[in-house]
């Protein structure tokens, strides 16, 4: 047992940090970067998609070819090489000229972020032994509460005082900090029979990922999936993805071993965490327009009214095995699947003027619940594979969560761009012909051309906020709907309470703990 596995923990977590800060602080600067130059970058909902996307997909696609490389080259190396490319992306990114440069740059900041979040995995199930492992993953997860808590405010102060930009650039101290001291405390580690690397599998689950979701994003734009350019763009993107399976099945090194998935319990995890970030990655990307634009607050105000969300999690996520010590993981995870899927539903209640109260309780319990599907979820998968394989099972669980998200961004902010421009297209017969199609994009795309117009288009502010309000409650009730889903899979596939020998143990843990 590791005599400073407390201390590296707490190193671990700033390294974690910084990933999941970058996408919290995005959250909130998405409404700033659509306004045009000099104030952002004009960038259209379909760009701002891309923008979380490239890195989401980049990420996603390499953390398993990051895993394996790090149980070879050695887990410390390979996360300080992460945390560099990181830092370079995020200095490139801040001073982005335009949208596609932006896409760019947020895919090199994926690409170091792919090896950072399964080495600070790896790390922890490395220095901590079996029976404190459930305590150090909870407290881990509780770092993503505080990066969620942390981001959003620290965007909205940055977005207050300085440029855009600035919501990248900070995170540059943050990485330089995070490599002095993983130099200093963390110890390296490897497998000492790691796999062989994947080259062709990386490919093809990259180009199968990056067609389905241009795909997806280019039928929200177009309000048309049955164009035969969005249909072919989506058939192609599952066609790569299926001969990626075949190929992984039939390799004797795959990237993704999918033996694994023959076990029922192992399965429904992964499974479970890429349809709850399906539903939250959506969720919270129109959550900022209906604060920012709709309502009229700040981006600081938007990132405090953030805060009940990533307060629940710290609270919660490290106090969630108790929870399963009592009840098992099959009735604490699908509660907490039905508690999502119950603040998913609020959000289809919610007009202009609503309470913000109301908006905060639903952040709060949305918090809270996550907490209890993410600790416990995060131990049966980590604890699924050998010790050695610990790169891996961390791999496999934020690929899942990565591509959820991803996709999440992609068919929900569709289902909005489609909702919205039903519901606002009549309304622009005002505007001559060529802008009609871009006004009609998003809500920031018609407030952007009623400002240009001046008195003139002040008739068009009203039924864009009815019109946003309106996709707001579709896209909320589809999420819902994957909410739902993801509890049965809970309720059918993990495991219910534990046996006696391993309550007593569970109840010697609650007494410890306390």
């Keep these: 047992m590791h005599r400073r596995r407390w201390a590296i923990l707490g190193v671990l977590m700033l390294s974690l940090l910084i990933v999941v800060l970058d996408n919290s602080i995005l959250n909130v600067a998405i409404k700033t970067i659509s306004t045009p130059a000099p104030t952002g970058l004009g960038a259209t909902q379909g760009e701002l998609e891309w923008a979380i996307n490239s890195y989401t997909l980049v990420f996603a696609g390499l953390l398993f070819s990051a895993g394996l490389l790090g149980d070879r080259l050695g887990r410390k190396k390979v996360l300080l090489g992460g945390l560099a490319v990181f830092g370079v992306g995020s200095a490139l990114a801040a001073f982005s000229g335009s949208p596609g440069e932006l896409i760019a740059f947020r895919a090199v900041m994926g690409l170091g972020a792919a090896f950072v979040m399964p080495a600070t995995l790896a790390v922890l199930m490395n220095v901590f032994e079996r029976d404190e492992q459930p305590k150090a993953i909870g407290i881990w997860a509780g770092g993503v509460g505080l990066a969620i808590a942390i981001g959003p405010i620290t965007g ?8 855009w930009g600035s919501v990248f650039l900070i995170n540059v101290p943050i990485v330089l900090l995070a490599l002095a001291l993983m130099l200093w405390l963390a110890p390296d580690s490897r497998d000492p029979n790691p796999g062989r690397l994947d080259p062709v599998g990386v490919v093809l689950s990259v180009v199968g990922l990056v067609l389905l979701v241009y795909g997806i994003i280019k039928g929200g734009q177009l309000a048309d999936f049955t164009d035969p350019a969005v249909l072919g763009t989506i058939a192609a993107g599952l066609a ?9 099945k039939r390799s004797d090194h795959p990237s993704i071993d999918v033996t694994y998935f023959k076990n029922k319990v192992f399965s429904a995890s992964v499974g479970v965490i890429a349809l709850v970030f399906f539903a939250l990655m959506g ?56 508690l999502i899927a119950a603040t998913l539903a609020a959000f289809a209640t919610f007009e202009a003027d609503t309470p913000i109260w109301l908006l905060e309780v639903v952040f709060f319990l949305m918090g809270a619940a996550m907490a209890h599907i993410m600790t416990p979820i995060s131990v049966v998968i980590m604890q699924a594979l050998p010790r050695e394989k610990a790169g891996s099972a961390s791999a496999l669980s934020n690929t899942f969560r990565q ?9 929900l902010g569709s289902v909005m761009s489609t909702a919205y421009r039903g519901g606002i297209e009549d309304k622009l017969t005002v505007l001559p012909e060529g802008v009609r199609h871009t006004a009609g994009e998003s809500i920031e795309a018609t407030l952007g051309v009623a400002d240009r117009l001046g008195s003139r288009g002040e008739a068009l502010v009203g039924p864009a906020h009815d019109a946003f309000l309106h996709a707001m409650h579709v896209t909320a009730l589809w999420g819902t709907g994957v909410a739902v889903l993801g509890a049965v899979v809970v309720a059918l596939c993990l495991p219910g309470r534990p046996t006696a020998p391993q309550e007593g143990e569970g109840e010697r843990k609650l007494v410890a703990a306390e």
């Design 156 to 163: 909205g102060v940055l977005l207050d005082h300085f440029w």
């Design 240 to 248: 790569v993805l299926a001969a990626f399976v075949v190929f992984e």
């Design 283 to 338: 969720v919270t990307f129109f959550s900022v327009f209906y604060t920012q634009s709709v309502r009229g607050y700040s981006p600081l105000q938007t990132g405090l009214l953030m805060l009940p969300l990533a307060a629940a999690q710290m609270i919660f996520a490290p106090r969630a095995r108790l929870l399963v010590d009592r009840f098992g993981n099959r009735a604490t995870t699908t509660g907490a699947m039905l």
């Design 403 to 411: 591509v959820g998200g991803a996709l999440g961004v992609a068919v």
